[in-house]
């Protein structure tokens, strides 16, 4: 892999993994459209595995369009166009003849809002896992008591696994979307403000059980909470749209004790410091 | 509704899902950009605020990691969850009560009358509907009345005979042409405009809709004599070359009545699925399903309520269909017997006789009004309750 390109268009350049296999998602120079909108422009990352990378910058810079671009999301809205490289595991997601949906599965995603299905607890998270033709109902219990269990949510829900998803309170519901996530073993978790609409108990439920499933996953959280980044992060991005209507860019990229305490880029430490947002 | 930093009930509201998306985006925004004020305000203050803050988290963290290693884990975190509650809100209190203090407008009288006016008017637009069913009903019972002291409730409604020169007023063939030629045209009608609205809302292009969904709407602007022409012109001679018979029975009645239920089911159907939130497709894409899958495991289940409704209001109008069945059905009082043998339904015998019926005949007609009114009801009440134990039972 190349050393020393520069990540991003900034002046600061996060020294390159040498080993492949330890990188997730290679990035070059990802441009994004939305018709004739440039979202985002010239951006460059790797993603490393079993680590947990945050996203952060002010709202409106790209940080979502980007990471459905990771999962191919953005094909589902129309008109939209992805140019540049982004190899998932050495493979490049858009190469030709790539199945998006087989990507989606191995590259799960936690919105925003919490999203279950309007159906029961069970149902919810057996819904990966029985598209993959599990049938069996024993194995079935057994992946969805980890699977619950995984996402902190198991003590709560174990008696009422029958009761709908909705019944569930914010907080909980979230859990839920992880945990059905978690069933069909992903390897990557891309999380779009997970905890922005939920409440604190549960924001710090999610938060342990990132770490407790970094060994297994590897975690993209986009967050507009500096303080959540600094806390569950290994690594961050920092992305900006400095001008309304030109596309953002990803301005600077490193660990995340670099980048909240020794930004490089005078807009990163700007924003950390919240002079701008 | 009331600025959304205001109070931790609005994030209560949001809960309850009483607030709208957008009301918690901004919330959203507005908590961001709180918690970045008055990071900054600390900074200004203090210039090295920001490395001492950024320590404390990193000592937080190293803390949490410490600590999940020692395997014991959710007390000692109860400090950081606090730390999590957004700064802003105590802000936006503090100014809330400081602008309005002691100044606040008294409803006035007007405005009471004003809201009083309007609340009852809506409450009579209402009561007509309830009324006009009840006097209907009542109207309908009355005349039909008489029957049952004349024929007999049970020579009426389980005699198989009616010939109105021999005095036998049974209406088993009528009540049995009703339901075939209903649940035959649901059959084939439900599955068409259900699929028909899959189309429409969840796979067709901006453009093939554009011009799909006015066609089908047009459906439901065309006049029932027409249908019927259509069902005797085209469809009889078709069926009779096809399956034998006159051409006329309940096959040609089910295919015309099959497509004029399309547009009410199709219809409401497509508002069911169009108000299923984006969200749970998204969901369902992201855990690898296809479009189908997501349509036929995640969609339609969603959405169920409200295809059983639609189906309800599809049958309602199967049910009381009378001239384009009437044109089409072949008008013999005679059980069903295979589905090109004609037979008739309770709502076409009704304006067949009505022109001459007099006297106990002139009854019989309002009694099978009034069993066609209890079983159009009953039907509604039933699927009702069905779904609301489906519900139940899911939920
Ligand atoms: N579906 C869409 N169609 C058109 N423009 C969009 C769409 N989604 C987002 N955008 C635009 O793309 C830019 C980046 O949005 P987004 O990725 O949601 O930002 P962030 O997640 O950082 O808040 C914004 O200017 C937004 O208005
Ligand atoms: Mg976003």
């Keep these: ?84 490289t982004v190899l998932f595991d050495q493979a490049d997601i858009y190469g030709q003849g790539v199945d998006p949906v087989d990507l989606r599965r191995r590259v ?24 993959q033709g599990i049938k069996n109902k024993a194995e079935l219990d057994a992946i969805v008591e980890k699977s619950l269990d995984k996402a902190n949510l198991w003590k709560e829900v174990k008696d009422i ?76 991005s920092f992305f900006l749209q400095e001008v309304a209507g030109e596309p953002a860019i990803l301005v600077e990229s490193g660990p995340t004790s670099d980048i909240f305490t020794n930004p490089i880029d005078q807009r990163t430490e700007d924003y950390i410091t919240g002079r701008f947002g | 509704m009331s600025d959304p930093t205001n109070e931790y009930t609005d994030w209560e ?22 918690e970045i004020e008055d990071s900054a305000r600390s900074i200004d203050e203090t210039g090295d605020e920001k490395r001492n803050v950024v320590a404390e988290l990193m000592r937080e963290r190293a803390a949490k990691a410490q600590s999940r290693a020692d395997d014991d884990t959710v007390d000692k975190m109860i400090g950081i969850v606090d730390g999590e509650a957004p700064v802003g809100i105590d802000d936006g209190i503090d100014l809330a009560a400081g602008a309005g203090a002691g100044k606040l407008q008294l409803v006035t009288r007007q405005t ?62 009528f009540i049995v042409g009703s339901f075939v030629v209903t649940l035959g045209a649901l059959a084939i009608g439900a599955p068409l405009a259900v699929m028909t609205a899959v189309f429409l809302s969840e796979l067709a292009s901006k453009k093939i809709r554009s011009f799909v969904r006015p066609a089908v709407e047009l459906l439901a602007g065309i006049p029932s004599v027409v249908y019927g022409f259509f069902g005797v012109v085209v469809i009889a001679p078709i069926v009779s070359r096809l399956f034998g018979g006159v051409g ?23 508002d069911a699925l169009d108000s299923i939130p984006m969200g749970i497709r998204e969901a369902s894409f992201a855990m690898g399903a296809n479009q189908w899958q997501t349509i036929y495991k995640v969609v339609l289940p969603a959405a169920k309520l409200g295809i059983i409704d639609a189906v309800i209001l599809g049958m309602g109008r199967a049910i009381g269909e009378t001239m384009a069945v009437l044109m089409v059905v072949g008008n013999a009082p005679q059980l069903f017997a295979g589905i090109t043998r004609p037979i008739s339904t309770l709502t076409s015998q009704i304006v067949l006789d009505m022109g001459y019926a007099t006297g106990t005949q002139r009854t019989a007609l309002f009694g099978m009004a009034a069993i066609l009114f209890i079983i159009s009801m009953s039907l509604v009440l039933t699927v009702r309750l069905l779904s609301r134990f489906g519900q139940e039972m899911s939920g």
């Design chain 1, 1 to 84: 892999m190349e050393k020393n390109q520069k990540v991003g268009p900034s002046s600061y350049s996060e020294p390159l993994v040498d080993n492949p296999a330890l990188v997730t998602f290679f990035i070059r120079h990802l441009n994004f459209w939305y018709g004739d909108f440039n979202a985002l422009t010239d951006v460059s990352l790797d993603v490393r595995k079993h680590a947990i990378t945050a996203f952060i910058g002010p709202s409106g810079c790209g940080k979502s369009t980007f990471l459905r671009c990771l999962n191919r999301m953005n094909d589902l809205i129309a008109g939209t166009k992805v140019e540049g």
């Design chain 2, 248 to 270: 006329f029975g309940p096959l040609t009645a089910w295919i015309i009545l099959s497509i004029m239920i399309v547009p009410t089911i199709a219809t409401l159907t497509e």
């Design chain 1, 161 to 236: 696994l029958n009761k709908n998803g909705l019944a569930l309170s914010g907080g909980q519901q979230q859990r839920l979307c992880i945990a059905r996530v978690l069933a069909v073993q992903p390897e990557v978790i891309l999380m779009d403000e997970p905890c922005s609409a939920i409440d604190p108990t549960s924001v710090q439920k999610i938060e342990d059980l990132m770490h407790e499933i970094q060994d297994q996953v590897t975690i993209i959280i986009v967050t507009h909470n500096m303080q959540q980044a600094a806390r569950v992060s290994d690594y961050t």
């Design chain 2, 112 to 173: 009471q009358i004003k809201e009083f006016v309007l609340a009852s008017v809506f409450f009579l637009c209402a009561i007509v509907a309830v009324l006009g069913v009840a006097l209907i009903f009542a109207f309908v019972a009355y005349k039909a009345f008489p029957i049952f002291t004349e024929v007999g409730f049970g020579n009426f409604i389980t005699g198989t005979e009616w010939s109105g020169t021999e005095g036998k007023f049974g209406i088993v063939p």
């Design chain 2, 13 to 34: 509201e949001f809960e309850d899902g009483t607030l709208t998306e957008e009301e918690v985006e901004l919330a959203d925004d507005r908590w961001a950009d709180a």
């Design chain 1, 108 to 131: 799960g995603m936690i919105f925003q809002q919490p999203n279950p299905f309007p159906q029961s607890i069970y149902d919810n998270v057996a819904y990966g896992p029985r598209l």
